[in-house]
């Protein structure tokens, strides 16, 4: 196995082996190709690169001819020598061309006849034809996804509003104990109609431009509504699995300040991420004594949350987040042991991935073996099932004392393409979880002692 870096073995979402990506990127060109340290994150649907933007991937940043988030951003805020777009009409237009490719036989439009353009899907507006015959054998496979998929080419531009600060949509006071809110109808019961929020974002001048920008029409407002939603569950999912875990471990965050750290954090979760990101936990435990969140990943993205975490308690009453980019290991060696930084009290992995394959399993096995070894209560979610099979497998074979796995009551409701195999079943963020906590009980016979 080569050696990959950092950032591949630890933390980024990963393909599982059963939908290897790597080996099924025919559609893209070679320069768009996964590199030995690139891995495909289905999450976004993208590969995922240190420097990410919520809808952007490192192929659409190719297309862009810019390295990274920060040469995007000088281009959109009008900064740049030679921006490679203009607008943001041409912009989505970049985005939109990274999708162009015949999902029936992969053919990209420099692939085509003199005069010949690829067709879109008129259901779904999402994956692309060369001809009627591509389309007609394409379409027993297609139809099983294409309304998903109708949905997801919505949410891919929606979820420029998370960009822009239109989401997330502000959220109401639990009117319930967190015991009460088993899941996202219980959530969504506390707060009231959603509609005056979301109207609010649908007449905003953000959405009216992104629809000004893109080459499809408005879907209607219903649809839109349903989309803002996704997006928000999305968001909201994090913070309510945390709260999930807490419960799911009795930690009890009045008799005293609780540290909880992201193992892993990737750009999804750092990117544009702001302080006030977690809050919904001091709604779900009001007069808490203070929870310290601490994200730690090498994929973390400079930001206002990027300050150092917290040797002691926390202020009360007060959700504190901060990040540290590092593998987790690494920062437990440099900070936690030193006690520069506070030992977690919980630790939350969203899709470590260290289940796709034996290098990421490498990366990951300090962090594992730490959490077992140190006892620390650890939750990790996964996007399938068969991934959960799997993870669940290598934690058993390190011994781990399992205490709970199932399906995530508050998975993300925004379903998730695979954009290189648009036909393969969409999954969803934070669909799948597993709670361990220290060292399998060893049962019946006791070991005798060596020398005893
Ligand atoms: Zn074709
Ligand atoms: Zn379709």
Not at 75 to 103: H, L, P, W
Request: hydrophobic share 35%; with cysteine.
């Amino acid at each position: 196995m080569q050696p990959q870096s950092p950032r591949s073995l630890h933390g980024a979402p990963v393909e599982s082996e059963s939908h290897n990506m790597v080996s099924q990127v025919p559609a893209l060109p070679q320069s768009y190709a996964p590199g030995t340290d690139s891995v495909f994150s289905d999450q976004s649907g993208f590969y995922s690169l240190d420097s990410n933007v919520p809808g952007l991937s490192k192929v659409i940043l190719n297309k862009l001819n810019m390295k990274d988030y920060g040469e995007y951003r000088t281009a959109v805020e009008g900064k740049a020598q030679g921006i490679s777009f203009r607008n943001y009409k041409e912009m989505f237009q970049k985005m939109e061309d990274t999708f162009k490719f015949c999902t029936g036989c992969n053919k990209l439009p420099e692939h085509l006849a003199e005069g010949q353009t690829l067709k879109r899907c008129v259901k779904c507006l999402n994956v692309y034809y060369c001809t009627k015959e591509c389309q007609k054998k394409d379409w027993p496979q297609h139809k099983k996804v294409c309304k998903l998929l109708r949905l997801v080419a919505i949410d891919r531009l929606v979820e420029w509003l998370m960009f822009t600060g239109d989401l997330p949509f502000p959220t109401e006071k639990w009117s319930k104990s967190a015991a009460g809110v088993k899941n996202w109808d219980d959530w969504l019961s506390m707060q009231g109609d959603l509609t005056p929020r979301l109207d609010a974002i649908l007449s905003g001048a953000d959405m009216a431009s992104l629809w000004k920008n893109v080459s499809r029409p408005r879907p209607d407002e219903s649809d839109l509504q349903q989309s803002l939603w996704r997006l928000q569950s999305e968001f909201l999912s994090r913070v309510l699995t945390v709260g999930m875990a807490m419960k799911h471990f009795g930690l009890d965050p009045y008799a005293k300040p609780l540290t909880i750290h992201l193992a892993g954090a990737s750009h999804n979760e750092t990117m544009g991420a702001r302080i006030t990101d977690y809050d919904e936990l001091s709604y779900m435990f009001p007069g808490h004594q203070g929870i310290e969140i601490v994200m730690v990943g090498p994929e973390v993205v400079d930001g206002p949350i990027v300050r150092p975490p917290l040797s002691a308690f926390g202020p009360k009453h007060t959700v504190y987040i901060n990040a540290y980019k590092s593998l987790y290991h690494q920062f437990w060696e440099e900070l936690v042991e030193k006690e520069e930084a506070a030992k977690p009290d919980l630790v939350v992995g969203f899709h470590p991935g260290f289940h796709a394959n034996q290098g990421l399993i490498e990366g990951w096995l300090p962090t594992l073996l730490l959490l077992r070894d140190y006892n620390i209560p650890s939750f990790f979610t996964m996007y399938s099932e068969m991934e959960l099979k799997c993870s669940l497998q290598i934690l058993l074979e390190l011994e781990m004392h399992i205490r709970d796995s199932g399906a995530n009551p508050f998975s993300s409701q925004k379903p998730e393409q695979v954009q290189a195999c648009p036909n393969k079943m969409p999954v969803y963020y934070n669909a799948h979880y597993v709670c361990f906590h220290g060292l399998l009980p060893q049962e019946g016979v006791q070991e005798p002692r060596p020398g005893s």
